[in-house]
């Protein structure tokens, strides 16, 4: 017997997406939005901008930065100074310059309008310093004339350990400086371009336009501003800014040791843990033993495979139990094999296979609802420090796929095996992973600094 697809016999009521992002119900508005980062230079305008591009996409809108410093630096006449290597090619009064990078500004708004308003985009993200009103205005024109929205974030620092630090990460490593000066040069230069453009900053201020729609973000996220939000897009983007922090920190993921249908190759049901399963959770809480690390909280999910895989970790450490960290709700396939399923139901199994991201089992769960109820998980783990998460195979790929920045179309195909530990830990523009994998044999752990693969094949 074969049932038609969900796709075909859902009528369930609820929000969904179309393939930019936008909501479905049409009396929503689909206007795209333009995000338009304002701040002196190495205020974390483009560590914002990558990070929200990442959190947006991840969501399901199509969201692309467009850098101006690299619009600058693709400039067909870029020299050195075009590129940005000497701080006086930021000053007010170098009128050649000033010509140089608004040109560059301004093919960074023509794509960037492109992109939105051909379809191929729900959201822009606008970083450059834009610290003129003149700039300002300049954008909220080119908006209006495009009939798009426009939402500034301003970022606004005062506390020099941030900005130092900032400047020695990141900016000294910029492709501005790149195989032209040592490190202390480029420092240097960097705070005097700094200077340059405090000559002319202008901070956002509500007289400037009433109607204007912005946040500014103080010392990175010690206070906040929020003026005018318009729509879906802009609050989630002030509610995700009020989330964040750069305290370095690691973010620990597993599944559940093997279990009895693991073992039989059964999707989803409660089963208890094998005994290499339980050797599994031993390891794990030796593991934590020797890490020692600070204030880690676990969170598990409430099946009985993942609370037994927490059991060997210490008391103190608190496990808490998420339902939302549940596996995907294999609905009526649930506790049958792959090739039962292919059996019995050949055009789920096709369904599935032609988009695995957006396929929902009948009476239960696609990729793509997982990521909804994972969204309080993911802004709960951008409020946290050190975290363990004890879940399963589809909800780490969901988990993964955000941290690691990958496409939605790659997220349900990320290679997760079973006893193996990754250990994340942000950066300003990336995130580091490191793999450990237990030899079950000798109970040793192997570890690798790199990215979880993609699957060789599909199901695995
Ligand atoms: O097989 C283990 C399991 O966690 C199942 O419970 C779940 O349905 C499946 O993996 C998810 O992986 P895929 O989406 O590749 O079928």
Redesign the pocket.
């Known amino acids: 017997m074969d049932i038609p697809s969900p796709l075909e016999t859902t009528k369930r009521k609820v929000a969904h997406s179309d393939q930019h992002g936008f909501s479905v119900f049409p009396d929503q508005v689909r206007v795209p939005n333009v995000i338009v980062m304002v701040g002196l230079p190495a205020r974390g305008k483009t560590y914002i901008s990558k990070k929200l591009c990442r959190y947006l996409k991840w969501t399901g809108f199509k969201t692309k930065v467009f850098n101006v410093g690299e619009y600058r630096r693709t400039d067909a006449n870029a020299a050195d100074a075009i590129h940005g290597a000497n701080a006086s090619f930021f000053s007010p009064d170098n009128a050649d310059a000033l010509k140089v990078r608004t040109e560059a500004a301004g093919r960074a708004m023509e794509d960037m309008a492109d992109y939105l308003n051909s379809g191929a985009g729900a959201v822009a993200i606008f970083d450059a310093t834009n610290t003129t009103k003149f700039r300002r205005k300049t954008i909220i024109e080119f908006c209006k004339n495009n009939t798009l929205r426009c939402f500034f974030i301003e970022s606004v620092c005062d506390d020099p350990a941030i900005i130092d630090s900032n400047v020695t990460d990141v900016k000294v490593n910029s492709p501005d400086y790149k195989g032209l000066m040592s490190a202390e040069q480029a420092k240097e230069d960097f705070m005097n371009r700094i200077e340059n453009y405090k000559k002319q900053y202008e901070p956002i201020e509500e007289s400037e336009d009433e109607k204007l729609s912005f946040i500014k973000v103080i010392n990175a996220g010690r206070s906040f501003k929020v003026h005018q939000v318009q729509g879906h897009v802009q609050s989630r983007v002030v509610y995700f800014l009020m989330n964040i922090h750069l305290l370095p920190r690691s973010i620990f993921l597993t599944r559940h040791g093997e279990s009895e249908y693991?073992a039989m190759g059964r999707?989803?049901g409660d089963s208890p843990l094998t005994e290499d399963g339980r050797k599994y959770a031993v390891a794990l809480g030796e593991f934590f033993e020797e890490e020692s690390v600070q204030n880690l909280r676990v969170w598990c999910s409430q099946k009985v495979r993942a609370a037994q895989t927490a059991q060997y970790l210490r008391p103190e450490m608190h496990a808490e139990y998420w339902k939302a960290l549940d596996?995907?709700d294999?609905g009526i396939c649930e506790g049958l094999t792959y090739e039962d399923i292919q059996q019995r139901y050949p055009k789920q199994a096709d369904d599935r296979a032609a988009d695995?991201y957006h396929y929902r089992y009948p009476s239960g769960e696609s990729y793509e609802d997982v990521v909804s109820r994972l969204e309080p998980v993911i802004m709960e783990l951008e409020r946290q420090a050190n975290v363990l998460v004890v879940s399963?195979?589809?909800v780490l790929r969901c988990i993964l796929a955000y941290f690691y920045d990958r496409p939605l179309s790659e997220l349900?195909f990320i290679d997760i095996p079973l006893h193996s530990l990754v250990k994340l830990t942000p950066r300003a523009y990336h995130c580091d992973s490191t793999i450990y994998k237990l030899d079950l044999e000798t109970g040793e752990w192997d570890e690798t600094s790199a990215q979880l693969p993609l699957c060789d094949s599909?199901?695995d």
């Open positions: 693991n999707l989803g596996e995907l294999a695995k399963h195979q589809a349900p599909p199901r």
